[in-house]
């Protein structure tokens, strides 16, 4: 039985990240899911665009679309949902991690 992948992506989620890869340069692959060590709780998720698999990058594919999750990363995101969200108060994507512990008032970043 295969193993779930490190993470999924809602429908909304997918239509935007190929919204901006038919925006992105013609040698992006997908886009890269990272967490770096910021905010007041501590971590906030990062996305850029990836123009290559780095070594022991997790793979996510979904409808057509890629998503590299830095092997950095895959510990504090492993079963989370990533969604688009646009609605008054914010537009972009959002983490549904079950690794957070809390999140900081402004909602920027978390901690597991």
């Known amino acids: ?3 779930p992948p490190p993470m999924t992506l809602t429908e ?3 239509a935007r990240i190929k919204t901006l890869m038919n925006k992105a340069e013609p040698d992006a692959i997908g886009l890269r899911v990272g967490v770096k060590a910021r905010g007041c709780s501590g971590y906030s998720y990062s996305i850029e665009y990836a123009k ?3 070594k ?3 793979v ?3 409808d057509g679309v890629t998503i590299l ?3 950095a990363a895959t510990m504090f995101i492993i079963g989370s949902q990533m969604d ?10 959002v983490f ?10 402004c909602g920027e970043s978390f901690h597991v």
């Open 69 to 71: 999750i830095d092997p």
């Open 12 to 14: 909304a989620a997918v």
């Open 84 to 93: 688009y969200v646009e609605d008054k108060f914010q537009t972009g994507f």
């Open 60 to 62: 996510v594919e979904s």
């Open 96 to 105: 549904r991690n079950p690794n957070e512990k809390g999140r900081c008032g």
């Open 1 to 3: 039985m295969p193993l």
């Open 56 to 58: 022991f990058e997790e």
């Open 52 to 54: 290559e698999r780095r």
